[in-house]
């Protein structure tokens, strides 16, 4: 369990990190699901850069 204390704030991504992220869901056999949680981002953040590409 992990506890979290004070202000939390929302990390900023570039859309290099981003771009490359997406790509790494999107290539075959990828488990979207899967690349989400090894780079600590929500399904729907990865699914909203998806889109956005």
Not at 7 to 13: D, K, L, P
Not at 27 to 52: D, I, M, N, Y
Request: charged share 35%; proline share 2%; with cysteine.
């Amino acid at each position: 369990m992990e506890i979290i204390s004070g202000v939390e704030r929302r990390r900023q991504w570039r859309a290099a990190d981003k771009l490359r992220i997406v790509a790494e869901a999107e290539r075959p056999g990828a488990c979207f699901v899967e690349v989400a949680r090894r780079h600590e981002v929500s399904r729907s953040v990865l699914w909203a850069w998806r889109k956005q590409a």
